[in-house]
C-alpha cells in the first residue's frame, strides 16, 4: 500500500475529531509564538537594565522599576504558556483515546464478520496483537503531527526574528538543515522494513504464549512444557535481537542529528561573538540568538526523530489494514432479507 493510501486510509479515522484537534493546533501554535518571547526579558535586563543601553521609551525610567516589571512580565509569560500546556494535554488525550477506539472496534467487528475456516488459517496471537498492539499506529501518527506543527511554527518565527537581529547569523543556523535532511532520509529507507520484521515475530511470541495458554491440559499431558518454552524463548530472542539492532541504529541516527546540530552551534557561537566585538552586535542580541539557536536546533531534531519513527508506525498500520481489506468469505446474498425478531418454542414428538 503507498503511503499516500495509507494517509488517506489514516484521514478518514481523524476527520471525525477534526475540530478538536484544529482547537489543539491551534493551541500548540499560540503556545510557539509565546515561547518565542521567553528570551527577550534577558536581553532587556543585560543591555538597558545592567548594561549602557538606553531603556524603550515605553518602559519606566527608573532601572529598578524596570528590571520589577521585565521580572514580572517573564513570570505572566511562563504562567500564560503553563496553563496554555493544560489545556492542550486534555485536547490531545481526549482525541488520542477516541482515535484508539474507533480503530480498535472496527478491527475487532471486522475480525468476527470472518468465518472458521479464516480464523482456522490464522495465528490467534497474531490476531490479538494487531487489535491491542498495532492499533495504536493512529495514536502515534496524530501525536507526532501536533510537534511537527508547533516546530514549524517555531522555525519560521525564529527565523524571521534572527534575520533582523543579524542576516549572517541566520543563514549559519539554517546551513545545517541540508545535512539533517540527507541523514533523515538515508535512515528512515532502512527503518520501515526492519519495523516491519519485529512486529511480525513479537507477534509470533504472542500467539505461542496464546496457544500454550489455551491448550495448556494438553500441553502438560504430553510434558510440552519444556518445548513451547524453548519455542518461546527462541522466538523472544530472535525479536529482541532485531530490536536492539534497530535500537541503535536509531541511536546512531540521534547521534549524527546532535553532532551536526552542535557543529553549527560552535560555529553561530564564533561569528556571533566576533560580531560583538566590532560592535555590530549587543551582548542581549547574542544571547537572544543564542537561546533561539538551542530552540532552533530542537525543532530540527524533533521533525528529524519524528520522520524516523514515523517507518514504524506506518508499518504497523499496514498491519491493520491487512486486516481490515480482507473481505469476509461468509457473506450475505445481495437483496438479502434480514431475518426479524422471532419467538419459537421446542416441541419433542414420538
Same mark, same amino acid.
Given at each position: 500500500?503507498?503511503?499516500?493510501?495509507?494517509?488517506?486510509?489514516?484521514?478518514?479515522?481523524?476527520?471525525?475529531?477534526?475540530?478538536?484537534?484544529?482547537?489543539?493546533? @491551534?493551541?500548540?501554535?499560540?503556545?510557539?509564538?509565546?515561547?518565542?518571547?521567553?528570551?527577550?526579558?534577558?536581553?532587556?535586563?543585560? +543591555?538597558?537594565?545592567?548594561?549602557?543601553?538606553?531603556?524603550?521609551?515605553?518602559?519606566?525610567?527608573?532601572?529598578?522599576?524596570?528590571?520589577?516589571?521585565?521580572?514580572?512580565?517573564? &513570570?505572566?509569560?511562563?504562567?500564560?504558556?503553563?496553563? !496554555?500546556?493544560?489545556?492542550?494535554?486534555?485536547?490531545?488525550?481526549?482525541?488520542?483515546?477516541?482515535?484508539?477506539?474507533?480503530?480498535?472496534?472496527?478491527?475487532?467487528?471486522? &475480525?468476527?464478520?470472518?468465518? &472458521?475456516?479464516?480464523?482456522?488459517?490464522?495465528?490467534?496471537?497474531?490476531?490479538?496483537?494487531?487489535?491491542?498492539?498495532?492499533?495504536?499506529?493512529?495514536?502515534?501518527?496524530?501525536?507526532?503531527?501536533?510537534?511537527?506543527?508547533?516546530?514549524?511554527?517555531?522555525?519560521?518565527?525564529?527565523?524571521?526574528?534572527?534575520?533582523?537581529?543579524?542576516?549572517?547569523?541566520?543563514?549559519?543556523?539554517?546551513?545545517? @538543515?541540508?545535512?539533517?535532511?540527507?541523514?533523515?532520509?538515508?535512515?528512515?529507507?532502512? &527503518?520501515?522494513?526492519?519495523?516491519?520484521?519485529?512486529?511480525?515475530?513479537?507477534?509470533?511470541?504472542?500467539?505461542?504464549?496464546? $496457544?500454550?495458554?489455551?491448550?495448556?491440559?494438553?500441553?502438560?499431558?504430553?510434558?510440552?512444557? $519444556?518445548?513451547?518454552? +524453548?519455542?518461546?524463548?527462541?522466538? =523472544?530472542?530472535?525479536?529482541?535481537?532485531?530490536?536492539?539492532?534497530?535500537?541503535?541504529?536509531?541511536?546512531?541516527?540521534?547521534?549524527?542529528?546532535? !553532532?551536526?546540530?552542535?557543529?553549527?552551534?560552535?560555529?553561530? !557561537? =564564533?561569528?556571533?561573538?566576533?560580531?560583538?566585538?566590532? #560592535?555590530?552586535?549587543?551582548?542581549?542580541?547574542?544571547?537572544?540568538?543564542?537561546?533561539?539557536? =538551542? @530552540?532552533?536546533? #530542537?525543532?530540527?531534531?524533533?521533525?528529524?526523530?519524528?520522520?524516523?519513527?514515523?517507518?514504524?508506525?506506518?508499518?504497523?498500520?499496514?498491519?491493520?489494514?491487512?486486516?481490515?481489506?480482507?473481505?469476509?468469505?461468509?457473506?450475505?446474498?445481495?437483496?438479502?432479507?434480514?431475518?426479524?425478531?422471532?419467538?419459537?418454542?421446542?416441541?419433542?414428538?414420538?
Amino acid at each position: 500500500m503507498t503511503q499516500l493510501r495509507l494517509y488517506t486510509r489514516l484521514l478518514a479515522y481523524v476527520r471525525p475529531q477534526r475540530a478538536r484537534l484544529a482547537g489543539q493546533c @491551534a493551541i500548540a501554535g499560540t503556545i510557539a509564538l509565546l515561547e518565542l518571547l521567553n528570551p527577550w526579558p534577558v536581553k532587556l535586563i543585560v +543591555d538597558h537594565v545592567l548594561g549602557s543601553h538606553a531603556l524603550p521609551a515605553w518602559f519606566p525610567s527608573d532601572k529598578i522599576v524596570a528590571l520589577i516589571v521585565i521580572v514580572a512580565a517573564g &513570570f505572566g509569560l511562563r504562567l500564560l504558556i503553563g496553563g !496554555l500546556r493544560v489545556f492542550s494535554t486534555y485536547l490531545s488525550m481526549t482525541v488520542r483515546q477516541r482515535l484508539i477506539l474507533s480503530l480498535k472496534s472496527d478491527l475487532f467487528q471486522h &475480525f468476527q464478520r470472518q468465518s &472458521f475456516a479464516y480464523h482456522d488459517n490464522r495465528r490467534l496471537g497474531d490476531a490479538i496483537h494487531r487489535v491491542n498492539n498495532d492499533s495504536y499506529c493512529l495514536d502515534d501518527i496524530v501525536t507526532s503531527l501536533v510537534p511537527v506543527l508547533t516546530a514549524s511554527v517555531t522555525l519560521v518565527g525564529m527565523l524571521a526574528i534572527l534575520l533582523r537581529l543579524d542576516w549572517q547569523l541566520a543563514l549559519l543556523a539554517v546551513a545545517v @538543515a541540508p545535512f539533517l535532511y540527507l541523514s533523515v532520509g538515508y535512515y528512515s529507507k532502512r &527503518f520501515k522494513p526492519k519495523v516491519h520484521q519485529i512486529q511480525e515475530l513479537e507477534a509470533e511470541s504472542t500467539s505461542i504464549v496464546q $496457544e500454550t495458554f489455551a491448550n495448556l491440559r494438553a500441553v502438560k499431558a504430553f510434558t510440552r512444557e $519444556e518445548h513451547h518454552h +524453548d519455542r518461546f524463548v527462541e522466538q =523472544g530472542r530472535s525479536a529482541s535481537i532485531q530490536r536492539v539492532w534497530l535500537t541503535v541504529q536509531q541511536s546512531m541516527f540521534s547521534i549524527s542529528v546532535t !553532532l551536526i546540530t552542535a557543529a553549527g552551534a560552535a560555529v553561530v !557561537l =564564533g561569528v556571533g561573538a566576533a560580531h560583538v566585538l566590532r #560592535g555590530t552586535l549587543t551582548i542581549g542580541d547574542l544571547l537572544v540568538a543564542l537561546a533561539y539557536l =538551542g @530552540a532552533l536546533y #530542537g525543532p530540527l531534531e524533533s521533525l528529524s526523530g519524528t520522520f524516523t519513527y514515523l517507518a514504524g508506525y506506518l508499518a504497523r498500520a499496514e498491519r491493520v489494514f491487512e486486516i481490515l481489506d480482507a473481505e469476509p468469505d461468509v457473506r450475505d446474498e445481495p437483496g438479502a432479507v434480514a431475518l426479524p425478531r422471532v419467538t419459537g418454542a421446542i416441541r419433542f414428538e414420538n
